[in-house]
């Protein structure tokens, strides 16, 4: 059930993302940068934690 709410969560965000990203594009002429600079931070963030706990086995 949890699984559920979470890929709802997911569609909910990635819609209003998809929504606001062209008008920061049209605001902003380095929103695309920024934009790729916070997908990348938070893909690092989530796999540095991975990293730590598989190098302790």
Same mark, same amino acid.
């Given at each position: *059930?949890? &699984?559920?709410?979470? +890929?709802? !969560? +997911?569609?909910?965000?990635?819609? +209003?993302?998809?929504?606001?990203? /062209? &008008? !920061?594009? +049209? *605001?902003?002429?380095? !929103? /695309? ?15 540095? /934690? ?5 190098? &302790?086995?």
């Amino acid at each position: *059930m949890v &699984k559920g709410r979470v +890929s709802m !969560a +997911s569609v909910l965000i990635s819609v +209003s993302f998809m929504h606001i990203i /062209p &008008k !920061a594009f +049209s *605001m902003n002429g380095y !929103a /695309p940068c920024h934009l790729f600079g916070g997908y990348m931070g938070l893909h690092l963030f989530d796999l540095l /934690p991975r990293t730590e706990r598989l190098e &302790k086995r």
